[in-house]
């Protein structure tokens, strides 16, 4: 690769959309290379869905500019940007059937032999019978592959999609995720998807910008984000994390050394976002599948230099592959452990005293100057 | 065993009490529909029939007259008359096609663009009903006066030499012409067009419009293949509610136009209250439903709009 193709960039420059006077995104800086896969995360109302409008076209930024490539497209209208959308909820044509659907885009552009192009494209989207039914004639999966079809056959710099799995059952979406991103290997367009589900984001996405009330929180990949959270926010809406008031004892070496309910926890410097000074406060991060559970009687088998915690089972949930345990601690009411079910341990019951160890390398530092529980009643509310 | 034949005794006692409720609900629908019913027998069926043997009797008003299945009136009627039939069929397309014209572009305005000015809007559309049909097409007589300041301008622009030459207006005067009789057609039943019009095109998803412009459709493409076909139900219904109506008024021709002017409903009124020639008048009125029916039977076909949703 001597030549970097990069007509398929998206560049956003202090991109903001002001409504009266609330503020749906607040200025924000974004390039997205060509050929990415790229979500935008977040619940509704965060601004994600305004930032991909802004980016189509259908929405005036109140400020910035959007770029594609090295073409400046923030006051073209959306019939003349180089990028296509696939809406929530498809906004399929209801008057014409699936063949013109799909081929709407190409005639518009003047283009008079459509039907190899078209026959071609629904063969990619597995739709080849289909092409004379009406859309309502169409189940919403199949809808939802017009929809792709329909603005991938125009070959867009970009490919725009607003929670285009939304209206889908758990099954089927789970099976589209893995088309689109077939789909997506397959034609080598920079995809930006606009998406509440962590799960979707985290399968699909090579980069994934995690938004909060207009604001882009942290942005990096699935696996960046999962182990390394900057916020509380992306700590809890991204899968669950314990977070856990610690105060700051002493600096060795590349460790913060913390106190936390009599006892002692090590965390890596450099996974601790927030400035440690000694005496100040920190949260303590730690993901439930990190830790290990082991019954009262057996601490002394617990190998030295891991961070430990005692506590009590409250309640303990089997899942199949894994126990879902809630552990009542001096430093936290609710801490979660997720035990694979290699080898269970009988006494782990509720009422059963434990002890709680990992290895401080995958501890994770927070500021503890934001709100601990940010981000937690969203996921909730989107599960129910 | 036992468990087998002690659990019937719950079932038997359920069912009748069970059973009456369900008897009643039976006839609930008939029950509903009975006074619909009842309405359209004494008012709309009875005067049918009344009306289809009076098309077919003879004799006169002193003698009285007898069902004689005198089937030639239909056809005196029509040979007498087809030249108002024609006219009323005209005047009505007319009247149809210009309210399109004026309503298309207004209830598009108020479904997409009249944002919190919608409702005044449309107690505007709305408020002619308030007065009377009749003192609402007398204005119009005030308002084509032939020294009123409309005809004036018109007539200082010229405008009337053209509408002269295409016959539809005659010398320095708009009253009395067929150009006045379609005027008041088009004001009168506008609403008719207006309201299934705004209700069709309010239906339509906005996201449609982003979906056609994302897709490279310019605004007027935009309208041209997608809201406009969208739209088809109201034009269908909207014309239908203006076409039909109009076809058989006879307002508008008798106070703003001539004897030359006539539509059949000037016929069929004259030959009812003036003439008394019931056979005739009968036999007009089915000829004109007929032809309706026929009429708005092909145009519903050629459409197509059964295949919307």
Redesign the interface.
Known sequence: MTTTDNSGDVRLSGIGKTYGSFTAVHPLDLTVPQGSFFALLGASGCGKTTTLRMI???EEPSSGTVHLGDQDVTHL???KRP???V?Q?Y?????LDIFENVA??LR??GIKSVKKQVEDMLELVQLGEQARK?P?QLSGGQQQRVAVA??LI?HPKVLLLDEPLGALDLKLRRQMQLELKRIQTEVGITFIHVTHDQEEAMTMADTVAVMNAGRVEQLGSPTDLYENPQTTFVANFLGTSNLIEAEVDTRSGGDIVLKAGGGKLVLPEARCSAPATAGGKVLVGIRPEKISLTHADDAGAIPEGRNRLTGRIVDASFIGVSTQYVVESPVCDELAVYVQNVERDGRLVPGADVVLHWSPAHTFGLDAAQDIDAGVETVEEEAA | MSTLTEAPPPLVSAEPAKKPPRKRGRFTPYWLLLPGILWLVVFFALPMIYQASTSVQTGSLEEGYKVTWHFATYWDALSEYWPQFLRSVFYAASATVLCLLLGYPLAYLIAFRAGRWRNLIMILVIAPFFTSFLIRTLAWKTILADNGPVVHTLNTLHILDLTSALGWTAGDRVLATPLAVVCGLTYNFLPFMILPLYTSLERIDGRLHEAAGDLYARPWTTFRKVTFPLSMPGVVSGTLLTFIPATGDYVNSELLGSTDTRMIGNVIQTQFLRILDYPTAAALSFILMAAILAMVTIYIRRSGTEDLV
Request: charged share 15%.
């Open positions: 189509a076209g259908l209208p959306p019939y990028v296509n959308t809406f909820s906004a399929l044509f209801p008057h709407f885009g518009r552009r009406k309502h329909r603005a125009n």
